[in-house]
């Protein structure tokens, strides 16, 4: 009796199964990487001008676009006062060099490290987020974001 409820079971099991559809998103996927602002830190005060922002990205190795071998040479953006919800976790291309509408504020990096020049006073934010190497957001997303002041 004990076998045959476990046989039912298992054909229960397998049924099921096979009716997952194969292409079901998983909405639990572990993000890839962890992207962190270490400067400026949220809610900073910093002199405006020359604003060096640094950060850090575990798991994975930055790749500059330029000498990428394959779409897993992973490298980030920044957005400095760039409304970033186009791209972040989209399949939208962040545009790259005569493209970019705004170098200066919309960067390509496969550094850990950057100066924005010509930070005005006031409340700013910047968001960071890892991208393929074809430039769209990996996903699910891989981003930080600060607010800081400059004064
Ligand atoms: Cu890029």
């Excluded at 639990?28 to 400026?40: E, G, N, Y």
């Excluded at 990428?68 to 992973?74: G, L």
């Excluded at 930080?144 to 004064?151: I, S, Y």
Aim: hydrophobic share 45%; glycine share 4%; proline share 9%.
């Amino acid at each position: 009796m004990l076998l045959r409820v476990t046989g039912l079971l298992t054909v229960a099991v397998m049924i099921a199964a096979c009716a997952q559809p194969a292409a079901s998103p998983t909405p639990t996927v572990k993000p890839l990487a962890v992207i962190t602002i270490t400067s400026p830190k949220n809610g900073d005060t910093v002199p405006a001008g020359n604003v060096i922002v640094n950060w850090e990205v575990s798991d994975v190795t930055l790749v500059p676009a330029a000498s990428a071998q394959k779409p897993e040479d992973y490298h980030v953006h920044l957005a400095l006062d760039v409304d970033a919800t186009q791209w972040v976790g989209k399949d939208t291309v962040v545009p790259a060099g005569d493209a970019n509408p705004n170098p200066t504020r919309l960067i390509h990096s496969a550094a850990k490290t950057f100066t924005f020049a010509n930070v005005a006073a006031g409340e700013h934010t910047l968001v960071i987020w890892l991208s393929l190497a074809s430039h769209v957001s990996v996903k699910p997303p891989v981003s930080a974001t600060v607010k800081f002041t400059a004064r």
